[in-house]
């Protein structure tokens, strides 16, 4: 957290991450209404509408003035989300930028300051760090920053969606609610899943980088001993 600054952006990333999940299920009440509009049949229109409340000329009327309507809401929610949703990443891409340039610097730093003993390592070899300082930083950002956006705006939806669900049917709505530690658990064993392939592809992708780091740094080794179909093989093994 205190790699980010401008803090500023911060909260105007959270702010616009809000805003922007709210909008979703919003978007369902106002798209739904304008289902109702477009299937309630014509008896049921004249008896309720024209008849008792006199608003509208005729079933044509209604239709056209509230499908219209609607769809103006939509379009307005349209031009939210596209402002909301720049906003939003914007902000946080500033963040995540900054944050990839200081955790860079701050690595580069402290590689130069180690003991000269240490590069003799082979987990320590320039190739394995140069990847770490590309890649391994990319990964912080996006862990940090990148990612805050979507969290955020997953939450709120979830929220706006429960409470709008409460309002309208609550019986569903709980039916729903029993359901999500299931779905919470799935995910979870899914994660779970994808992190063990993800983390078993580094270590294979670290000693691929180290094998050829070493063999561009000693390629005249490789070419008089003619080693290059072999190290090519290899390498597409890790």
Excluded at 76 to 91: C, D, H, N, P, Q
Aim: net charge neutral; aromatic share 12%.
């Amino acid at each position: 957290l205190s790699y980010n600054n401008p803090i500023a952006y911060a909260w105007i990333g959270i702010f616009c991450s809000l805003v922007q999940g709210s909008l979703q299920p919003i978007f369902g009440i106002i798209f739904s209404k304008l289902l109702v509009v477009l299937t309630l049949p014509r008896t049921v229109v004249e008896a309720n509408y024209v008849y008792r409340l006199h608003e509208y000329k005729d079933y044509e009327d209604f239709v056209n003035t509230n499908s219209n309507k609607y769809c103006w809401y939509i379009c307005g929610l349209a031009g939210a989300t596209v402002f909301f949703g720049f906003i939003s990443k914007f902000a946080f891409g500033v963040l995540g930028e900054n944050v990839t340039l200081r955790i860079r610097k701050d690595l580069y730093q402290s590689i130069l300051k180690k003991n000269i003993g240490w590069f003799d390592k082979t987990e320590n070899a320039p190739a394995i760090l140069t990847a770490a300082m590309a890649q391994d930083t990319s990964v912080i950002n996006g862990v940090s920053t990148e990612s805050l956006a979507s969290m955020l705006e997953a939450a709120f939806a979830i929220l706006v969606g429960i409470g709008i669900g409460v309002y309208y049917q609550w019986q569903l709505s709980c039916a729903c609610l029993l359901m999500m530690p299931f779905m919470a658990l799935g995910g979870a064993l899914n994660a779970k899943l994808h992190q063990k392939k993800t983390s078993s592809g580094d270590d294979n992708t670290e000693d691929a980088n180290l094998l050829a780091g070493d063999a561009i740094n000693n390629y005249r080794t490789v070419a008089s001993f003619a080693n290059e179909e072999a190290i090519v093989k290899k390498y597409e093994q890790m």
